[in-house]
């Protein structure tokens, strides 16, 4: 648990900010910070404050790189403990940024989760000053014994000489931190494209729960795996990874609520990373046991708009000793949307690498067969409220039939999920679907309590667990 952070921060608590003045935090000596009192005149001085710090580090052949900063939780701070209390989080946040380990010069801090600094370091320091900034700015603050994880996104706009303009420097600063903060709260982004660094609510409480948990997240989280079976055999072909969290007051969350909690404070990133490594630490363990099954792992939008993420799966892989192709990433239909550069190009990333995707819950999105056909994937799981009732309507059945039926079509692997009972299990087997899951072929549990069946791949003898 890190307190050290906030108490670097400035020893004890500072006094809450009042709302709508600019906070003036405790300086080291060589930064400084603007005192504006008005929106142009601010947005003039800041302008010569920059323009100043940039010409006095170009003469020192120094780089100067913009960070902004937003608070991503802002809102729930402010409405959970008030308006003063977000402006406590903002200035501890800022007097973190004083202590990395170049020249700082706060240039404003907003009280309401804003802060836009001026780090002057050697050209070669510039890349590492992205991560180094979210490793200063994490770690709780303690606000009036409530503990509060500012989820900072960072944006970061380098200005390398003389002619720039320090107004247009500002305003992409600005672009990617407001971009960032709406696409990966919690981010990283640099401005230019293609130097990205690395990254890094339901309600406050679950946020601030969840990133307790994200400590040592081996004592409240862990996996549950759910069997994928070839219904004609009743082997296990693959296995879903699904996140259980153990609340120490709520017991279990369900996990679209932590997953939602996750995607909107940017602990998403962690947490992935988490459920991916626990995962495939899982999958060797089968595959070292000669049951090679193929691993699927769900993965959230806001994963896949980070430039890195494909890097980390790769990693991933490798320090777990698995071949790709052990790996199969669930995506919902809706997060594949056409036109996300971003996610594209994670999505092709991975596909080079070997990585199997899969389009998660299809059916209840919008896409058609057309656009599927699109998308770079190996697989479709189709959603079980296409199968639920089709063991006695008959309207149901035909229109599984004619999905089915498109989908086809398509050189893609079908899964059905949500298989609850032997009579649409039988249904299914007769309208030749090969592969399933669902409570009546196995619910989710440990790992070690799954039955995959002996060496040489899973065995048709699997076990079935009971409903
Ligand atoms: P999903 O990926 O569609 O996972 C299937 C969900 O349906 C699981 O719920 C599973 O327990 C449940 N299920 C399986 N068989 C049956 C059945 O026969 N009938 C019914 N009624 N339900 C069945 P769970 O574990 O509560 O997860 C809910 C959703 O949360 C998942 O839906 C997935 O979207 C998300 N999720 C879970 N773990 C992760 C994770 O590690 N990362 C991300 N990004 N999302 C996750
Ligand atoms: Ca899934
Ligand atoms: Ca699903």
């Known amino acids: 648990m890190d307190t050290s952070l906030a108490r670097a921060a400035g020893g004890s608590r500072p006094a809450p900010a009042p709302v709508g003045a600019v906070l003036r935090p405790r300086l080291r000596d060589g930064a400084s910070v603007s005192a504006p009192t008005d929106r142009q005149g601010h947005g003039r001085a800041l302008q010569q404050q920059l323009r100043r710090i940039r010409d006095d580090a170009v003469r020192r052949h120094r780089t100067v790189v913009l960070t902004g900063l937003s608070l991503a939780n802002a809102a729930e701070v402010a409405d959970g403990l008030g308006a003063e209390s977000l402006g406590v989080v903002t200035s ?3 007097q973190r940024l004083l202590t990395l380990p170049h020249e700082v010069h706060l240039l404003a801090v907003s009280p309401l989760g804003g802060v836009v600094a001026a780090v002057v370091c050697e050209r070669h320091e510039r890349d590492a000053v992205g991560e180094e900034t979210r490793t ?9 014994g409530t503990r509060v994880w500012p989820v900072v996104t960072v944006g970061l706009r380098p200005i390398a000489h003389a002619l720039e303009s320090t107004a247009v420097a500002l305003a992409d600063m600005r672009q990617i931190v407001f971009d960032t903060d709406r696409r990966s709260p919690g981010g990283v982004r640099w401005h230019e494209p293609g130097t990205v660094s690395t990254p890094a609510r339901r ?4 946020t601030n729960d969840l990133a307790d948990a994200m400590v040592d997240p081996d004592e409240q989280l862990r996996l549950a795996f759910q069997p994928v079976r070839d219904l004609r055999t009743g082997r296990v072909t693959a296995v879903e990874a699904l996140l259980r969290w153990q609340h120490p007051e709520h017991g279990m969350v369900p996990p679209p609520d932590a997953i939602g909690v996750a995607e909107s404070s940017g602990l998403i990133h962690p947490l992935g990373a988490w459920v991916l490594d626990r995962a495939l630490r899982q999958g060797s363990v089968w595959w070292r046991a000669h049951r090679y099954v193929t691993v699927h792992v769900n993965v959230s939008p806001v994963e896949l708009r980070e430039p890195s993420y494909a890097a980390g799966v790769a990693r991933a892989l490798r320090l777990h000793d698995l071949p790709p192709t052990a790996l199969l990433l669930e995506l919902t239909e809706t997060d594949l949307m056409v036109g996300d550069r971003e996610v594209r190009a994670t999505l092709d990333s991975l596909r080079s690498l070997g ?3 899969g389009i998660d819950d299809f059916g209840t999105g919008w896409s058609s067969i057309g656009q599927l056909l699109d998308l770079p994937v190996d697989t479709v799981k189709v959603d079980r409220s296409l199968v639920s009732r089709i063991d006695h309507s008959p309207a149901d059945l035909d229109l599984l039939r004619a999905v089915l039926g498109l989908l086809d079509t398509a050189p893609m692997e079908v ?8 009579a649409q299990a039988s249904v299914l087997r007769t309208l030749g679907v090969r592969l399933a899951q669902g409570y009546h072929l196995g619910r989710p549990v440990p790992a070690a309590q799954l039955t995959l069946g002996g060496p040489g791949g899973p065995g048709g003898a699997a076990r079935r667990t009971a409903d």
């Open 203 to 206: 309600t406050l409480s679950l």
């Open 136 to 144: 200063v700015c994490s770690g709780f603050v303690d606000v009036v």
């Open 355 to 357: 990585v199997r995707l």
């Open 92 to 94: 501890v946040v800022a």
């Open 415 to 422: 899964v059905v999920e949500g298989v609850e009972n032997l």
